[in-house]
């Protein structure tokens, strides 16, 4: 037999055979009640769930499993990915999922799915808790995947532009990149534990082959990390490159202001010593101009002779 069950509060429920999966989205204090009333979890579990610092973990007691996981959503607005929390109760015929910011698109959608589609409801549903476990986790794990992708193509825009754009502007998509990489870093590590936990450890209520369906989370998990691991070592090589060639532009154009310094300072210093007030040889106040003629023509040959010596020197 299977069913939608009614909102209550908060709360949405759908059962199929001896099965039901409870579905709350932003908790509050009346959803913590519903649960402390309907089943006999931990004080400390329900604590855990209004909070919003916990750290992913997965506690066993004799008749259920509590767990608390981060899942990736990227913030457009600060471009930047972040956690979104979700604990999850696992018993012998129920699944309670506490969705704590109601951002995870994938977990929303499929507990829709089960919602309207009968013969969706029947296949996820129809078998054991741990069975429901396993899609729910391997729905949200998927999810990752087009998140790493984006990361990915961006690492590959970089590559294209470094060579070519202002330093500025790469230094700038470089952070950003980076910033993201390492939040994601820390959104994923942390799952490994929990997932391989799954993987390794009997739970007989879950009435499923562990190792073969958590196994396959778990593969899925560590692939996306080995991915944000390709990601970091590529952008700190990106970053490194960046750096060399600011450090290379610096030094070319202090190499050229050198030069021209170095050509100019020779009609600078005749210039100085013809602008003194004092008698000199071939001084320009006679009123002819040909002594300023003849200086002009200093000024010039010092100026071409240090050109043509730089230029033997290749430093031109």
Same mark, same amino acid.
């Given at each position: ?56 973990? =997965? +506690?066993?007691? /004799? &008749?259920?499993? @509590? ?8 913030? %457009?607005?600060?471009? $930047? ?73 961006? =690492? +590959?825009?970089? /590559? &294209?532009?470094? @060579? ?8 700038? %998509?470089?952070?950003? $990149? ?139």
């Amino acid at each position: 037999m299977s069913s939608v069950g009614q909102k209550e509060e908060n709360v949405r429920s759908i059962t199929e055979r001896k099965l039901t999966w409870f579905y709350i989205e932003k908790p509050t204090s009346q959803e913590v009640e519903f649960l402390a009333q309907h089943f006999r979890f931990h004080p400390l579990d329900l604590d855990d769930v209004l909070s919003r610092i916990q750290r992913p973990k =997965i +506690d066993e007691y /004799e &008749d259920y499993l @509590f767990m608390v996981l981060h899942f990736p959503v990227f913030d %457009k607005e600060n471009r $930047i990915t972040r956690p979104s929390e979700i604990n999850i109760f696992v018993g012998e015929n129920y699944v309670v999922t506490v969705h704590c910011s109601g951002d995870l698109k994938p977990l929303a959608k499929f507990f829709q799915v089960c919602e309207t589609d009968k013969e969706d409801r029947e296949r996820y549903l129809g078998r054991s808790s741990g069975f429901l476990l396993y899609h729910i986790l391997d729905r949200l794990v998927t999810s990752c995947f087009p998140i790493l992708n984006k990361v990915t193509e961006n =690492i +590959d825009d970089i /590559e &294209d532009i470094i @060579f070519s754009k202002p330093v500025p502007e790469t230094v700038h %998509k470089i952070s950003l $990149i980076r910033r993201d990489l390492i939040s994601f870093r820390r959104v994923i590590h942390p799952q490994i534990a929990v997932i391989e936990t799954l993987e390794r450890e009997e739970y007989p209520f879950f009435k499923e082959d562990q190792e073969v369906y958590f196994g396959d989370i778990a593969d899925h998990i560590r692939k996306i990390w080995d991915g944000l691991e390709d990601c970091k070592e590529v952008i700190d090589g990106l970053a490194d490159t960046s750096n060399w060639l600011t450090s290379h532009r610096i030094q070319e154009i202090m190499r050229i202001l050198t030069i021209i310094m170095g050509i100019l300072a020779p009609p600078t210093l005749i210039a100085s010593i013809y602008g003194m007030n004092i008698p000199l040889p071939g001084g320009v106040n006679s009123g002819s101009l040909l002594p300023l003629g003849i200086l002009l023509a200093l000024m010039a040959i010092t100026a071409g002779t240090i050109f043509f010596y730089m230029r033997h020197r290749r430093y031109l």
